[in-house]
């Protein structure tokens, strides 16, 4: 019989104690975060119907990385690669009956079918946070602010990353006013500008021509688009909506605590094809990490695609775990996780069930505690072992211990031993541990 491997699936992780602390520290970050904003928590099917994608998840998504199989019913169905689309679906179903706007957030896992690299996998967790129902700019300042909230739980600060923001109706109405592009070719351009810092020098001009059928000319004014400042935005504002949109971001932005962190940049404009206003993307700015971190953007009218749904304006984004890892590690900002168990209890032949007492006396007082499952092995082994691990408490009961009612507790860091009666035990080790 052949042995199996240990390995996982290429592009899965295993998360291994230490791991999944991080994993916890930065859930936990993103709940809090969100909870303190005013986002409610909600959850979805990890499979959904295959056309829930293909209805306007965007081409390369639902083509190249969509896990997708048709189970015994015949049915065609797909792991979830994204959130929105399941958030749409649910939001539309009950929008009818919620108190607007809709503030939710959840935190999941997905799957996409991609070259596993640093910052990218197959399986990955994300935070998605959305508002539904308002369709004001100062919505989208709102969801987007709470990205740069997250960062500042995270003990980032303003010189490590920064927000970039562009405006899909502002690019759609430039694409075709100012370089003159048809709007058959606005979808394939704006893909390109999308793909534009991953490109080689040339190729994306290259892209162009071949693909949107370009002019010179129109690559020259498109180049041109793509180093507008907010200068050229503001004297659009009057005649396009998604000019005005941009300068009244900015606007909220100059005002906020957040005035460093969000900046024009008119090369944002998002892949999917249901971003339909403001778009952001969160770049790190570390040099040996300089990439998109996450990003998000309105997508009004995502809900139309569902029978009996009302028409709701919606924005969000989504930040993901991987790209988030490797921003904390770069800039050193990953806290010294110590072990969360307090206290190990020892156990010694003959006082076997005087152990478990004590171990469930601590539990039920809240103090994270282990008992050590052999009392066969000696006490200096046993001792050792919370050494090893990192246990700051060691609480040994013998045959003093228990003729004379008392626990012998031993401070792992000073090597202290302190003899203390039962019931005033886990008032000292508390005090101990908080200290």
């Not at 892949?271 to 790190?284: A, F, S």
């Not at 110590?338 to 103090?367: D, H, P, Y």
């Not at 082994?381 to 031993?410: H, S, T």
């Not at 302190?418 to 101990?432: K, P, R, S, V, W």
């Amino acid at each position: 019989m052949n042995k199996l491997e240990t390995l996982p699936y290429r592009g899965a992780r295993d998360f291994y104690p230490k791991d999944q602390k991080i994993l916890n520290y930065i859930f936990n970050i993103w709940r809090e975060a969100a909870l303190e904003s005013g986002f409610e928590e909600y959850n979805g099917p990890f499979l959904e119907p295959f056309d829930l994608y293909a209805a306007k998840s965007g081409e390369e998504l639902v083509k190249e990385q969509l896990y997708s199989f048709e189970d015994r019913g015949g049915r065609k169905l797909a792991i979830r690669p994204e959130m929105t689309p399941t958030v749409a679906r649910m939001i539309a179903a009950k929008s009818k009956s919620m108190i607007k706007p809709i503030k939710w957030f959840s935190i999941a896992d997905f799957w996409r079918y991609e070259k596993p690299q640093r910052g990218r996998g197959r399986e990955f967790f994300q935070l998605n946070a959305d508002i539904f129902g308002e369709n004001s700019v100062l919505s989208d300042f709102e969801v987007f602010t709470l990205g740069a909230r997250i960062m500042e739980h995270l003990k980032a600060k303003p010189n490590m990353y920064e927000i970039r923001v562009n405006n899909r109706l502002f690019m759609d109405f430039a694409l075709e006013k100012i370089v003159g592009f048809s709007s058959d070719r606005k979808s394939i351009v704006m893909r390109l500008i999308d793909k534009k810092n991953k490109m080689a020098p040339g190729e994306f001009e290259k892209a162009l021509v071949d693909s949107a059928k370009a002019t010179g000319t129109q690559v020259q004014k498109l180049n041109e688009l793509l180093k507008f400042d907010l200068n050229n935005v503001r004297k659009l504002a009057d005649e396009n909506r998604g000019a005005k949109e941009l300068t009244d971001f900015f606007e909220l932005a100059k005002k906020s605590d957040y005035a460093e962190i969000f900046v024009y940049d008119p090369q944002i404009v998002r892949g999917l094809d249901y971003y339909t206003g403001l778009v952001i993307e969160q770049w790190d700015k570390n040099p040996k990490n300089n990439r998109s971190m996450y990003g998000g953007g309105r997508y009004d009218g995502l809900t139309d695609l569902f029978a009996g749904a009302e028409p709701l304006p919606a924005t969000g984004f989504a930040m993901g775990d991987l790209t988030l890892i490797n921003f904390l590690e770069s800039w050193q900002l990953l806290p010294q996780f110590k072990n969360e168990t307090a206290a190990l209890v020892t156990v010694l032949a003959g006082f076997t069930q005087n152990s478990v007492s004590i171990s469930e006396t601590l539990r039920k007082s809240g103090i994270k505690t282990e008992l050590y499952l052999n009392d066969g092995d000696g006490l200096d082994k046993q001792i050792g072992y919370a050494n090893r691990k990192e246990i700051p408490f060691v609480l040994i009961i013998g045959e003093k211990e228990a003729k004379d009612g008392k626990v012998m507790v031993k401070n792992m860091a000073t090597g202290e031993q302190t003899a203390c009666g039962l019931t005033e035990m886990n008032q000292i080790l508390d005090t101990l541990w908080k200290a």
